[in-house]
Structure formats: C-alpha cells, structure tokens
C-alpha cells in the first residue's frame, strides 16, 4: 500500500531554517505531483506547495514564497521542503501528500502522518 513518512520536523527559533523529507513507498513515486500543506491548531488544513512529476514547474502560496522550496528525488522517491527564514506563523503540523496539480487538499489522495514544525519568537 501507499506510505508517505514525513521527518524533519522540531522547534527553530524565528529566522532559523528547517528540511522536511518525505519518503514514499508502494507506489511509482515519479508518476504523481507532490504536495505539502500545513495545518495549524484550530485552523483548517492550508496549501503550502507543491512540484510536478520531473520536478520543473512548482507553486507556493504567497506565504511561504521567497522563503520556502520544494525539491524532489525521484531515484530515492523522496521530496524535501526547505524551509528558510521561519516566523511564527509557520507553526503547524506539515503534510507531505500526492495527488493532482492542484492546491485543494481534496484533490489529493494519500497522506503522511504529519511532522510537527514549531517556531519561537
């Protein structure tokens, strides 16, 4: 079956940067777009970004761009998202996900457990 295993995840002071991974297995990982959202404590679950099948086109939501960047492996069937210049805001629970090209999360069908991402002012 389709897994998707998040890491990276902790505690970062404001400003600092963090590298999400996101493994996957049970599936022909070069054949799907790769997302990643967030959710935040009492928040509905938001796009963050997300990358096509070879990697060259990506899309950020205005929160994030500048700062972040998705990447994918597609030999190690991992993506990563590095994450710079982190504020407060960015605290949530980050989802590594697959599915179509879209930023709906009901657009897309297998998701990972989640990794926390917590940043200090």
């Known amino acids: 079956q389709v897994q998707l295993v998040e890491s990276g995840g902790g505690l970062v002071q404001a400003g600092g940067s963090l590298r999400l991974s996101c493994s996957a297995s049970?599936?022909?990982?070069?054949?799907?777009?790769m997302g990643w959202f967030r959710q935040a404590p009492g928040k509905e679950r938001e796009f963050v970004t997300r990358i096509r099948r070879d990697g060259g086109t990506t899309v950020y939501a205005d929160s994030v761009k500048g700062r972040f960047t998705i990447s994918r492996d597609n030999l190690k069937k991992t993506v990563y998202l590095q994450m710079n210049s982190l504020k407060p805001e960015d605290t949530a629970v980050y989802y590594c996900?697959?599915?179509?090209?879209?930023?709906?999360?009901?657009?897309?069908?297998?998701w990972g457990q989640g990794t926390q991402v917590t940043v200090s002012s």
């Open positions: 049970g599936l022909t990982f070069s054949n799907y777009v």
């Open positions: 996900t697959l599915g179509r090209w879209s930023s709906r999360p009901d657009e897309f069908d297998y």
